[in-house]
């Protein structure tokens, strides 16, 4: 459900100046105001770009959360290919409609 | 009076962001059908080039997410990405508020729409707009349909929210240019980046220019999820295109699937009625 609070931050750190300079003076602090879970909180942090694919964040989103974290395009590709490797299918959000829609 | 041009074209961010990728023959092709518009929207001396969009989470977010949004502000800061990403510098787009709410007001007659008095262009205005305006010297009203957090308007919906923005550009003065932009198949920003279904593509673009109904409005998500990916949603933004010309026909100008721009890369008319 923390999936929201995920794609907010990012949301936000992609649109908003204010956000982007706290990210930059305050991480720490800027993430306690997004509630989210172990897992979500350590690929936002490190970032693992894969497992956030895989959590499901929206790549509309993410793609430039992985530049704003130095990823080249081709990297940012591969990193989530590499996510479905190792943490397996998308679990959540747009991206997991196909396992949803085939039941 | 009745709108002075209707096309439709692609928005993707590649088109000019990694231009450097695509030999330049044919992205010089791609440059000559946008060039086209260009002069043809030139042409038509519109006072405003209204533009049906699908933005990517810029302005609208699924905390309050507008399933039809129209602007009303008298410029626009563009674009929201780092610039060095989209090869766009940033700058300023003048629009035209009061137009955009006599516009707003006739669309509400038929259809319900939000409005937004702040707007930020992302790519899929910007890229259009760099080859189409390149001046920024006309004023740009934009709307959204929102193509990417689901639950998404039904395509039928976009028909008529289409017929609405035709209707309400019939009822000013100004003479108004229309275009949608949006992709086709596509699976942007994700692991398969670079597909492009280009028979389902021809299929929908068949229809489009047929201005078949019917056949437009027999989309379903989860079919167009499965054959075009979600990029594949913003089909909705030609739709609208389709219902706003009143059943008017179109041509293809251009359509080439371009694997490292993730779209296949589509510049099209649309005729007035």
């Given at each position: 459900?923390?999936?929201y ?18 990210y930059e ?26 497992l ?48 949803e829609?085939?039941? | ?61 699924m ?14 800061e ?19 508020a ?35 305006t ?23 919906r976009s028909?008529?929210f ?54 437009l409005?027999?989309?379903n998500?989860?079919?167009?999820y499965r054959?075009?990916?979600?990029g ?16 008017a ?8 699937p ?5 779209v296949?890369?589509?510049?099209g ?5």
């Amino acid at each position: 459900m923390s999936l929201y609070s995920v794609q907010k931050l990012i949301y936000q750190l992609n649109r908003d100046p204010h956000t982007r300079q706290r990210y930059e003076e305050d991480f720490e602090a800027l993430l306690r105001e997004y509630p989210m879970t172990e897992e979500e909180s350590r690929a936002i942090r490190e970032p693992d770009i894969g497992l956030l694919y895989v959590l499901g964040v929206n790549g509309q989103l993410l793609m430039h959360y992985a530049a704003l974290r130095g990823y080249p395009w081709n990297d940012y590709l591969e990193a989530m290919r590499e996510g479905v490797r190792r943490h397996g299918p998308v679990r959540a959000g747009l991206y997991a409609m196909v396992e949803e829609t085939d039941g | 009076m009745s709108l002075v041009f209707a096309g439709v074209c692609s928005h993707a961010p590649g088109i000019t962001g990694r231009a450097d990728r695509v030999e330049p023959e044919r992205l010089a092709r791609l440059h000559a059908a946008y060039d086209r518009m260009r002069e043809a929207i030139e042409a038509a001396e519109p006072d405003a080039l209204l533009v049906v969009g699908a933005e990517h989470f810029a302005n609208f977010f699924m905390n309050n997410m507008p399933a039809y949004c129209i602007g009303m502000a008298d410029g626009f800061e563009g674009p929201i990405e780092d610039p060095d990403w989209l090869a766009i510098p940033r700058t300023t787009i003048p629009g035209n508020a009061e137009l955009a709410r006599r516009l707003i007001e006739r669309v509400l007659e038929h259809v319900d729409v939000a409005y937004a008095e702040e707007w930020k262009f992302d790519h899929g205005i910007m890229v259009p707009l760099n080859f189409l305006t390149p001046r920024y010297d006309l004023p740009v009203i934009p709307a959204n349909i929102n193509c990417q957090g689901p639950p998404l308007t039904p395509v039928h919906r976009s028909y008529a929210f289409g017929e609405a923005l035709g209707r309400a550009c019939d009822a000013v003065p100004e003479r108004i240019a229309l275009i949608g932009t949006g992709g086709i198949s596509h699976w942007p920003a994700t692991p398969d980046s670079g597909k492009i279904n280009e028979d389902w593509d021809r299929a929908f673009l068949d229809r489009l220019v047929a201005n078949d109904r019917d056949a437009l409005l027999s989309y379903n998500d989860a079919d167009t999820y499965r054959e075009g990916g979600q990029g594949g949603f913003e089909i909705r933004t030609f739709i609208a295109v389709a219902g706003a010309v009143g059943g008017a026909k179109g041509e293809i100008w251009h359509y080439d699937p371009v694997p490292d721009f993730a779209v296949g890369c589509t510049v099209g008319v649309m005729a007035t009625a």
